[in-house]
Structures are given as C-alpha cells and as structure tokens.
C-alpha cells in the first residue's frame, strides 16, 4: 500500500469512527458498509459518544464472541458509577438492579430464579394465547389503506404477551407501552434525559403499585411467583424485584417488537426468498435465523466496562473504559459467514452460530420465547397476506436514528395487505402448529 492509500484509509477509518460515535443519518439509515471498514481496518475502535464516556467498540465476530463472555468485562454497571450516571442519569438505578446489569454471583442467582418464568413447559403453554392475541391483532389492521404494521401488530403483539406473561392488566398495557416508548427511544441530550427521568419514574411507580396489587392478591403470573420468592426465601430484595421486572418488560418486548418489523421487511424486500418460503413453510423456522442473523433487532449489546486494561485485536482497552459490542457487524463478519451480506434462508447451522441472542452467562433467557413469537407472527401474516407489499419506495426507509443505538429497527413500516389469496393451510406442519 502506497503511503497516499494510507493516507486514504486513515481518512476513511477516521470518518468511519467519527460516524459510528455521532450515529449520523447515513450510518443509521445503513450500518453495514460502516460496520465492514472498521472490521477491516480498525475491529477495535475508540469512539467518542455523545455521552461523553470513553468507549471501544467491537466488531469482528470472533473478538466480539470472546468479549461477551470474558469475565474482564463487566455488566455490573454500579461498579462504573460515574460512567452509569453520565449516560443514563440518576433515575435509572433503581430500575437497572438487576441480571442485565450484573455479574456473577448475583448475576447467577438473580437469573436462576427469573429461569422459571421460561422453562419449557411454561413458554409452550403461551402457544394458544400467542396466536389468539396474534389473530385478534391481524383481524383489526385494516385493507382498505396501508397500515402500519410497526405500531398495529409488532409492537402490541410482544408487548402483550410479555404483560400476560408477567400479570400486567389488559387495560393497563397501552400506558406501558407508551412509557417504554419513551426509554427506548431517548437519547443523550439534556430535554432527553429530563423525558427518560420522566418515564422511568412513572414506571417505577407503576411497577410499585402493581406488585403491592399482586403481593394482596396474587394471581397465576410470574410477578406473583417473584414476589412469593421475595417473602418466603428472600431471594430478591425489594430493589431486586423492581428492576426484575422492569428488565422483564422492557427485554421482552422491544426487540422482539423490532425483529418482527425486521422480519416482514427483509422477507418483502427480498421476494425470490419470501416465495421459497411460501412454498416450503417449513423454511420459516430457519428464515427468522437468517434475520436475526442478517437484519437482527440487536445492534449494539447492553453496556460493558472492563474491570481492567486488557488488548483485544491488538488495540488496548484501559481499566474503567466502556466496551461496546456491536452484534450487528459480528453477524456480517465474512470470517465467519461465507456472502455475508446475501439474505439466504437455507444459510446452514444459524440457531448456534449468529450473535443475536449473545452468548456466554448473559445470553438471552427469552430466546425461546422470541423465537415462539416470531413463528407465530410471519407464519400467521404471511398465510392472511401473501401477497402484501411495501406502501413506500425501498429508498424512503427510516430506520432508527437514536444515536449510539442499541436497537436496530424501523421507525415505521407501512404495508398494503390484501386478504383475498390467504393460505388457508399454510405453515400447518411447522411445530405447535394444529
């Protein structure tokens, strides 16, 4: 390489880096290229983000494997307190006490006992009740104009199963939703910290109400089961089961809502592969693999910080720094996925290879169920509405544009159904189905 290319490089790795840190809109709008230099020419990147908090970014898929589950690097945010409060502000401790952000042991305890609310039996005894919520919330979008499939079925269809799961009353779930909008969403100015203040504290108010309702009354729901736990065994304080909760609604719901989202757009965009699908639905299971894998609703995963100076892909990360893992450039790396960058639903071995639910202690207790939710929804839209498409050119996407994100995903998704040609037998053979 000529020293002019250097050059050249350098400059490109430089923007590259400053684009990742800022989340412009041409980064946000599509990653991948981004995500493709820096795995080429700087896989471990210091980035300055608008929270101020010195911060290393990781994206090749063996180095960000490693760095998931190196003992080095901390989830325990309360350990990095002065880090915590510079990118989420003080109101957001007491909702953050809890496995998402810990290590082990706590981290141990405190997900063995929220791993009764997704054994087996339980995830597959929500199969009926998925599919009802899921036809109730199909029967209600409209084919007359296009309809927003984000805000009309993604988005309510997780959410609601997630409060059925824990016990949050039916009228209730509308608020909830519209609160965790709001943290989902927020980003790092200060208008935007005072309006995540705000949402956070109305949760935690309604988390407190809620579990003094279930702790008089208790009902078959995980919340009532976490609260037996609390004052028969003391295996949760009060701080614990707050934050338990609070990281069971918000986990369970926005990135399943998203990949949903994720799912129906790459399969419309991607036609000759939704047609092999329609064709052999027992595809499906493999073709949601592929999009978590190719599009997936996890971009960046949750903060770390490293405990101590370690080096990863030769750059140096010091003591106290954050470690950004970036999931979604992982899932790209041609070193570890030959055509990367081609959506193919027949790409062999998914289920134990992507990074879209982790890997190591933290790996996504609610795989299960997404991947439930997630059948039930393609294999139950796509037999109504074979044949729907996109109201809106390829080119006027809008995907998310919160800055240093941890979401990857759809602003909006606006779709023309049309019911006339459903499937009436379609996806009859996929598992759990009658």
Known sequence: MTQMQEQETADATAQAV?????GCPVYRSNPHPL?????????????TPPHGVETYLVTRFEDAKAALADPRISKDMYAAIDAYRSIFGDSSIALDDNMLFADPPKHSRLRRIVNRAFIPRRIEALRPRIQEI?????????????????????????????CELIGVPESEREDVQKWCSVVARTGFSKEDKAR???????????????????????EDDLLSVLIQTRDE???LNDGELLSTLWVLLFAGHKTTAYLIGNAVYTLLTHPEQLERVIASPELLPNAIEEVIRFEGSVENATFRHALEDITIAGTRIPKGALVQIAVTSANRDPAEFESPDTFDITRPGLQSSHLGFGTGPHY?????????EMQIALATFFRRFPNASL???VADTEWLKVPFPAFRGLTKLPIVLDPSKAIDDWASGLPGAE
Do not use: W
């Not at 995500?35 to 980035?47: C, F, I, K, M, W």
């Not at 029967?139 to 009309?152: A, F, G, K, Y």
């Not at 996504?364 to 439930?372: K, N």
């Open 134 to 162: 899921t036809d109730n919330l199909l029967d209600r979008c409209t084919t007359l104009e296009p309809v927003d499939l984000l805000s009309s079925f993604a988005f309510p269809l997780p959410l609601q199963v997630i």
């Open 233 to 235: 065994q003391e295996s």
């Open 35 to 47: 995500y493709r230099h820096l795995r080429d020419n700087a896989p471990v990147s210091r980035l």
């Open 18 to 22: 400053d684009a990742a840190s800022r």
């Open 391 to 393: 109201a809106f050119p």
């Open 196 to 218: 995540l203040a705000e949402a956070e504290n109305t949760l935690r108010e309604y988390f407190e109400v809620l579990i003094a309702r279930k702790r008089k009354s208790p």
């Open 364 to 372: 996504c207790l609610g795989a299960p169920l997404a991947r439930m």
